[in-house]
């Protein structure tokens, strides 16, 4: 059975549509849900944002131009916002994930070197 569900499968919207995609899964270990864009021009998958549980994080350059927000643990779904009207270079495919985080701190990845 497929675990992540991602709403709506398809859209094709006009210059004024405000746009708003959701991503579910029904994994209980999953308390992480990823965005991640494919255009035509690249493609590569490269990652937009994610959802740690509560705790939303968007890439650097989609900064702007997508908000992510939800709960990827308790309520088990997060949402992919376009706050602005969507441009050309946004016309892409995208798709969601869902994933155990698995975070972790090497100290000494930590350290600055002084010089």
Known sequence: ???????PTAILTGPEDKVNLTCSHTDSNYNM??????????????????VWNTSPTVEDSFKGRFDVSG???ANKMAYLHFPKVPEAEDSAVYFCAASEAQCFTIPSLLYKNPL
């Open 33 to 50: 849900i990823l965005w991640y864009q494919q255009s035509a021009q690249n493609t590569a998958l490269k990652l937009i944002g994610y």
């Open 1 to 7: 059975t497929d675990k992540v569900h991602q709403t």
């Open 71 to 73: 709960d990827a643990a």
